[in-house]
């Protein structure tokens, strides 16, 4: 069964402080790897879309990374604003036909001033 | 804003109401999408129409019926529901249901069921 494992499920910092979050994944034959933003009672918003040949993309203060070998992914928040204060979603999409997505469970970010 | 807009954004329904979920999407896509985002669980697919076919049913209990009139629009109706429903439902639209395009989503509806 296609999973996507996401690390830390919470984690709070100060702000101006930088963060890295974690995704493992088991998606196979896997398209693409997709981070998202949801703030607290909004719809998640994407970040980055990575395909399997990118091993890094940036966003502004945003920078994820994968590693398509062991199947890992990061997204790397630099100099952490309050307004970073949100759910990150990792979601992974496997090629079979329509797209398939499998969704993390998120992480949970907190910046105190 | 991403283009996709949902109304009601919070509803109160008791288990004998019977309701409908509104989603327009101004985005010109072709493949509109229903999940339900309970916490601390990952974003569960409910429904997928493109160009106005359904093409998933994720094994969605029957009293959730979704509409899908033009790609434009889409709706979820529902009646009798349980208290175990209550959940953020949101709504997606992409260019096509196709792994190389993105998903825009709604801001949601919060349901709760009493």
């Known amino acids: 069964k296609n999973q996507v494992e996401q690390s830390p499920q919470s984690l709070i910092i100060l702000e101006g402080k930088n963060c890295t979050l974690q995704?493992?994944?088991?998606?196979?034959?896997?398209?693409?790897l997709r981070w998202y933003k949801q703030d607290t009672g909004r719809g998640p918003v994407s970040l980055t879309i990575?395909?399997?040949?990118?091993n890094t993309k940036s966003n502004g203060r945003y920078t994820a990374t994968l590693d398509a070998d062991t199947k890992q992914s990061s997204l790397h928040i630099t100099a952490s604003q309050l307004s970073d204060s949100a759910s990150y979603i990792c979601?992974?999409?496997?090629?079979?036909?329509?797209?398939?997505?499998?969704f993390g469970t998120g992480t949970r970010l907190t910046i105190i001033p | 804003e991403t283009g996709v807009t949902q109304t009601p954004r919070h509803l109160v329904m008791g288990m004998t109401n019977k309701k409908s979920l509104k989603c327009e999407q101004h985005?010109?896509?072709?493949?509109m999408y229903w999940y339900k985002q309970s916490a601390k669980k990952p974003l569960e697919l409910m429904f997928v129409?493109?160009?106005?076919?359904?093409?998933e049913n994720n094994s969605v209990p029957s009293r959730f019926s979704p509409e899908c009139p033009n790609s434009s629009h889409l709706f979820l109706h529902l009646h009798t529901l349980q208290p175990e429903d209550s959940a953020l439902y949101l709504c997606?639209?992409?260019?096509?249901?196709?792994?190389?395009?993105?998903?825009?989503f709604g801001p949601g509806t919060r349901l709760t069921v009493t």
């Open positions: 995704c493992n994944y088991t998606v196979s034959p896997f398209s693409n």
């Open positions: 990575m395909t399997f040949s990118e």
């Open positions: 129409y493109n160009f106005k076919e359904q093409t």
């Open positions: 985005l010109g896509h072709n493949a």
């Open positions: 979601v992974v999409s496997e090629v079979f036909g329509n797209e398939k997505l499998t």
């Open positions: 997606a639209s992409s260019q096509e249901q196709r792994a190389e395009y993105e998903q825009y």
